[in-house]
Nanobody, 124 residues
């Protein structure tokens, strides 16, 4: 059973930075695609970024392009999300997810495993 544990959330001022981590365990295949999603109160879960392991293909949501960077450490099966130039509208619970699909996928129903989420709050 794949387990994903996020960390690194917190409170930051607008313009600041945070780095989220997602530790994967329990049999994550190196062919999996890993991604980040976020969900603000009263809104649907939104795609943020994804990266596949073997092809190094990457995709970002339009609202975070140029500010967020997704990366991974294969040796430690850890996924990261570096978030710079944060805005109040980035406030949400951020979720790490894993898909058995080896291509980069962007929708929630294409992901098979989810972490518990970590709260990111950006103050103005």
């Amino acid at each position: 059973q794949v387990q994903l544990v996020e960390s690194g959330g917190g409170l930051v001022q607008a313009g600041g930075s945070l780095r989220l981590s997602c530790a994967a365990s329990g049999g994550t295949s190196r062919t999996y695609t890993m991604g980040w999603f976020r969900q603000a109160p009263g809104k649907e879960r939104e795609f943020v970024a994804a990266k596949n392991w073997i092809g190094l293909s990457t995709s970002y949501g339009d609202s975070v392009k140029g500010r967020f960077t997704i990366s991974r450490d294969n040796a430690k099966t850890t996924l990261y999300l570096q978030m710079n130039s944060l805005k109040p509208e980035d406030t949400a619970v951020y979720y790490c997810a894993a898909s058995r699909n080896s291509r980069v996928v962007l929708t929630t129903n294409e992901y098979d495993y989810w972490g518990q989420g970590t709260q990111v709050t950006v103050s103005s």
